[in-house]
């Protein structure tokens, strides 16, 4: 007898229920496999721990062991070093400290994800009431999804806790910060971490300014459709307090400024011609004004708005950008070192505002950079390095170059020269890799670094492909007129 009921005739049926059959073999193997992994990175982690013993500055030592033993494993396993050593913190956490959890997830009771919220839940636990705490959060997860259990747990945390909530809270604000995650198509995301209230307060802020500007457009566009007047192409919206984002559609990807003046209005005086923004495009183009426009001072009791020695830093980015985008003849990305792409049109715009410029000269055929202009030599081997290495020469690691340290392939102690082809750029970090654990590294032509690893494993660093390649040319017609030439 067959059913048609629902999607799929019984032997659909028959053959889903094999399909979670075989699921379930899955994810028996997979667990499997995830608690051997954890075990095998807290051992990776008692391992460092034994390197350092009996070193004069233990503390140093077993942090130079765990980077080796890490960037050794982030070979195997394809990752960052960074993130190795930190998934062998959080295993040797796990088994450590949380042996009911293990052995819960060893027996099939629970599944990785709800490890993961017992762990991130639990450190605010103290030591004399963990087990207590794993045993409560271990029946609480028993049949349920990890991510609806997590606020149960936390609450639960809370109360075993034996210091306060208020005071966790003034030692935790003391660690807000700021930082940017790169992301694609030249976009970036801005996290700020802030305590909770600040954070909802600013967006409270950010909505409430966003739905006055939407409200405003909206009294602007009915005006105007009761006046028959017609708009013209232009953007700008003004905001409360004469405030205004400007350049913010979408064809602009939201480029915003606080002069409100600088608008395109309409026959009508409108300055809100085709701006349909969403509300969190109006939102992110005054947050952009508010951070960019403003001129903070130094003093936070200040209560005027001039500029104050705050408002006078500027930011510093190293962009390298082909001559033919900066002329407009190609669309192609700029390279935001050590980053992501950035759009033409950004690189164009940063170009138009720079005081200075580097002009490299590479090699016409493999494009290689050979020399930087420049009446400083020493200036201008550190603009090479730069222009050639554009990040951290560690396997793995994408630390723009601006922020790490040149390195002497071959130690100048030893006799290495202080010259191109023995110098490349480290971050802190993989400096410290390379002087500190049995890792190696000697430099061939171009640029390119050989990595041997404690254990003999060979990885090949080549320096990042040049944005820019020349090719050759025939010599320009001395008679032709200026117009003529070629730009370059």
Known sequence: MHSNSGIGSDDDVDVLAQLVADAEGVADAARAAQVREVHLLAAAGRLAESQSAGASEKVKAREMALRGIAAELAGVFV???RTLQRRIDEARDLVENYPVTMAAWEGGRIVRGHVRVIQEVGCIVPVTERAEFERIAVERCEGERPNRVLEALRMIAERMHPRS?????????????????????GMSELIATLPTVIADGIVDRLTRQAREIINARAQADAAGAESGGTEAAGTGTPAAGGVGTLLGND??????????RAGSPDADGSAFVDDARTID???????????????PALDPTATGDGNGSLGAIRAHVQVAVSALTLMGRDEGPADLAGRSPIDAATARELAGNSTSWDRLLTHPVTGTVLECDSYRPTSAMVRLLRARDRHCRFPGCRQPAIRCELDHTIAAAHGGPTRVRNLAHLCKRHHDVKHHTRWRVRQLAGGTLVWTSPTGRIYRE????????FATADPPDPGAPPSEQPPF
Request: overall charge negative.
């Open 79 to 81: 990752a960052t070093d």
């Open 165 to 185: 909530f208020t005071e966790r809270h003034e030692e935790a604000a003391a660690g807000r910060c700021v930082w940017v995650r790169p992301g694609a198509d």
């Open 251 to 260: 064809a602009t990807g939201g480029a915003a400024t606080l002069d409100g």
């Open 281 to 295: 495009q109006v939102r992110a183009d005054v947050f952009s004004d508010l951070l960019l426009a403003g001129t």
């Open 462 to 469: 080549d320096a990042p492909p040049p944005l820019v390649a």
